[in-house]
């Protein structure tokens, strides 16, 4: 077979390690498909996942869906049942309360080091992406508050500088999403998560370290605690 490359010289894959480049993959769909449904409450906490139901459904192979609820079992959203097979998990007061605990230690010292480190852009983005949770609460979509609140804490981490603590909890994000998505449908939810998201804006603001780690951890020990009384009554 022909080339035009030099003589000698190593012909790009010719050891079979090229990799074929493709935007999203049939399993990166589905599995997005997949968490969107649980993170949405189109699947309940217990329900069972049928493979046989979740391929026709979806329009995808058996091999498909089971390396999708692999996935979606390390991320924490699908457990395995013992004679019963997997199913949506059905979150854990106490593994949520380590959740919460892990989350207000790490977003406080984010949002104190931000007021000090961020600049003037990055305190900006912070702003509006409070703005865009608030439309996506009036708009009525869930789906829409988690992503904007997940890109809120996102550029706050970045800003901060703080990136293997973004990391830590970018690991625990769709588990933190699932406990989200149950927080943000308490009644009257929407006008306090803004309130208290838009006191630990403003104190990064005035460059007020202090205040802004007293407002994270304020807001974080109050969605732990609906956290805890929704849990208790599933």
């Known amino acids: 077979m ?12 010719a050891d079979g390690m090229k990799v074929e480049r493709q935007s999203v993959t049939l399993r990166g769909l589905t599995l997005e498909k997949m968490r969107d449904a649980i993170l949405d409450f189109r699947f309940k906490p217990g329900e069972r996942l049928v493979e046989r139901t979740l391929c026709e459904r979806l329009g995808v192979s058996r091999s498909v869906v089971r390396e999708v609820l692999r996935h979606l079992e390390a991320e924490g959203l699908v457990e395995t049942i013992p004679n019963q097979g997997p199913a949506v998990a ?17 977003e406080s010292e984010a949002a104190r080091a931000c007021a000090v480190e961020a600049d003037a852009a990055a305190i900006a983005e912070l702003g509006a992406a409070i703005d865009t949770i608030d439309a996506a609460f009036k708009a009525g979509s869930p789906r829409g508050v988690l992503k904007a609140t997940t890109e809120f804490y996102e550029i706050l981490f970045r800003a901060a500088g ?31 998560a803004i309130g208290e998201m838009r006191r630990v804006h403003e ?13 994270s951890r304020a807001h974080v020990a109050t969605v732990a605690g609906l956290a805890d009384t929704i849990l208790g009554g599933l």
């Open 162 to 192: 703080k990136r293997v603590a973004w990391d830590v909890v970018r690991s625990l994000n769709a588990r933190i999403n699932h406990l989200r998505g149950m927080t943000i449908a308490t009644p009257g939810r929407h006008a306090q």
């Open 90 to 106: 059905r979150p854990d007061p106490s593994q949520a309360a380590q959740i919460y605990e892990i989350r207000g230690l790490l």
């Open 203 to 215: 104190a990064i603001r005035r460059r007020d370290g202090d205040a802004a780690y007293e407002a």
């Open 2 to 13: 022909r080339t035009d490359a030099p003589e000698g010289a190593e012909l790009p894959g």
